[in-house]
């Protein structure tokens, strides 16, 4: 299995996140891929593949404001992250916006998200790690690889960052799988959290299914999306499957969970898979609610490898840092 992961993803150094009411420090922080990249040993750079993947995922106008957001938060006389507070939830619409705190809440859902100097540097290359790690599985060179990417960035829509993320690397590798014609494509997304902006991206393409299990939305982030109803519209409909789980939920009712999306997999006929993994359904993870274990990992892994099809894994969420990189360690352990 291809391992790739680029050091320039540790440039994104977030300092601060608004949780429960008051600044705390950032759960997403770099030490957690540092510590994943140190239990897996022998790591392959990323190759840059450019920006034309990412653009057939995002927005120009997206791009443009990401790369340029803390400049221009500088240059408007602030100090540290770039951290939006107002958000237009009515009407929201195209505007010919110029300062820096009207863009932040265009291009944003929450304020957990803050842009710092070094964050789109570390998105580029989080998306070029992907790209890299489907190189293999195009080349027919190997089944299954895995991309430590980090920011994650599976809340990352076409033209929204939010949740820790900023570019949708599980959704570029996907278009590029795509494109580079794989046929029908399938993401699986088993991270806590549901995977909002993967699902956004695709929702009304039938060619891409999505298949997530992630916490009840009813009482977790990102509260407004991944309910079981919403199946995708228009020419996607039905290519969307939503599987959420009650906090608490153990290895038996999720590996049952887990069946139902590997069979809806299975009859979409994909000729490629992307896995979105987070450890975050890991029991001692400190913003979430399941009750995985680390023995529970290979498990998962032994029955997404079962499909028979190439996967690529991409990393996602998991904040029990110390535990992060040995059950990352276990879940590829299954493959």
């Given amino acids: 299995m291809l391992k790739t992961f680029d050091s320039r993803q540790l440039a994104h150094a977030p300092a601060l996140e608004l949780h429960n009411g008051g600044w705390v420090p950032h759960a997403e922080k770099a030490s957690r891929s540092e510590m994943i990249a140190t239990a897996l040993g022998a790591l392959a750079p990323a190759n840059d593949f450019g920006m034309e993947p990412i653009r057939r995922v995002h927005a120009e106008e997206y791009l443009s404001f990401l790369a340029g957001a803390h400049s221009r938060w500088i240059a408007g006389g602030r100090e540290g992250d770039a951290i939006p507070y107002t958000f237009p939830i009515v009407r929201r619409r195209r505007l010919a916006l110029d300062r820096i705190d009207a863009l932040l809440g265009q291009y944003s859902f929450d304020a957990s998200t803050p842009i710092g100097a070094g964050t789109w540097d570390a998105s580029y290359w989080?998306?070029?790690?992907?790209?890299?790690?489907?190189?293999?599985?195009?080349?027919?060179?190997?089944?299954?690889?895995?991309?430590?990417?980090?920011?994650?960035?599976?809340?990352?829509?076409?033209?929204?960052?939010?949740?820790?993320?900023?570019?949708?690397?599980?959704?570029?590798?996907?278009?590029?799988?795509?494109?580079?014609?794989?046929?029908?494509?399938?993401?699986?997304?088993?991270?806590?959290?549901?995977?909002?902006?993967?699902?956004?991206?695709?929702?009304?393409?039938?060619?891409?299914?999505?298949?997530?299990?992630?916490?009840?939305?009813?009482?977790?982030?990102?509260?407004?999306?991944?309910h079981a109803d919403e199946a995708g519209e228009g020419a996607g409909a039905g290519a969307t499957l939503n599987l959420p789980l009650p906090r608490g939920t153990g290895i038996q009712s999720y590996l049952a969970s887990l069946d139902r999306a590997l069979e809806a997999i299975a009859g979409f006929s994909p000729g490629l898979l992307v896995v979105s993994f987070g450890a975050d359904t890991f029991e001692q993870d400190p913003i979430s609610h399941f009750a995985l274990r680390t023995d529970d990992y290979p498990r998962l892994a032994e029955r997404i490898d079962a499909l028979g099809l190439p996967t690529l894994i991409v990393m996602e969420g998991g904040y029990a840092v110390e535990a992060l990189g040995r059950n990352v360690a276990a879940f590829l352990d299954g493959f």
Avoid: E, K, M
């Fill in 126 to 226: 989080s998306a070029q790690t992907a790209l890299t790690a489907l190189q293999p599985l195009l080349d027919g060179a190997a089944r299954t690889s895995f991309a430590l990417c980090r920011p994650p960035g599976h809340h990352a829509g076409r033209d929204y960052c939010g949740g820790y993320c900023y570019l949708n690397s599980a959704a570029i590798a996907a278009r590029a799988a795509a494109d580079a014609g794989r046929g029908r494509i399938a993401i699986l997304d088993v991270d806590y959290h549901h995977g909002n902006g993967t699902q956004d991206i695709f929702y009304a393409d039938g060619d891409i299914f999505f298949a997530s299990l992630h916490a009840d939305p009813a009482t977790d982030y990102p509260y407004y999306w991944g």
